[in-house]
């Protein structure tokens, strides 16, 4: 029986963590009130707060993507939390009176990379239950998009 690659749904993981990369510098060095992007305002200790998760985020994401089936449910963690992301972000542009619209183009980034996961874990024979639930007593195949000898 062939085994289904996931080597697109590690490939997009990564890029999703090096996307995550760019945006916790960016928060760290460029977003907070005062620095060059400062719309919505907010104070500089915050970003920075902000921007070293989204490094642990891709410190997180980088490192799964070497064997992506094994961390499949780091995949389902970040496709919750990018839809939340992505659902708070458009609430807020579209219903909160004076919210600027700074930031639509990492929700996005974070829509596309959230379908992405979805379908690539679904084409490479994952299962909800290894997306979503952590792999405990299955068996531990190993895939990664290294190639291992």
Same mark, same amino acid.
């Given at each position: 029986?062939?085994?289904? !690659?996931?080597?697109?749904?590690? =490939?997009?993981?990564?890029?999703? &963590? =090096?996307?995550?990369?760019?945006?916790?510098?960016?928060? =760290?060095?460029?977003?907070? !009130? &005062?620095?060059?992007?400062d719309s919505p305002p907010m104070d500089p200790f915050y970003a920075i707060f902000l921007g070293s998760f989204f490094l642990c985020f891709a410190y997180l994401q980088i490192l799964s993507s070497f064997? =992506?089936?094994?961390?499949?449910?780091?995949? &389902?963690?970040?496709?919750?939390?990018?839809?939340f992301y992505v659902a708070v972000l458009y609430y807020f542009m579209f219903f909160v009176n004076g919210f600027p619209n700074t930031f639509w183009f990492t929700g996005v980034i974070d829509g596309v990379l959230t379908t992405l996961y979805v379908v690539f874990a679904l084409k490479g024979g994952l299962k909800v239950k290894d997306v979503f639930l952590p792999n405990i007593g299955r068996a531990n195949t190993n895939e990664s998009f290294v190639h291992q000898t």
């Open positions: 029986m062939k085994t289904k !690659t996931l080597k697109p749904l590690a =490939i997009t993981f990564a890029l999703g &963590g =090096i996307w995550d990369t760019v945006a916790g510098f960016l928060y =760290i060095f460029v977003i907070g !009130t &005062g620095r060059i992007i064997n =992506i089936r094994r961390y499949a449910f780091n995949v &389902g963690c970040l496709i919750i939390g990018r839809l």
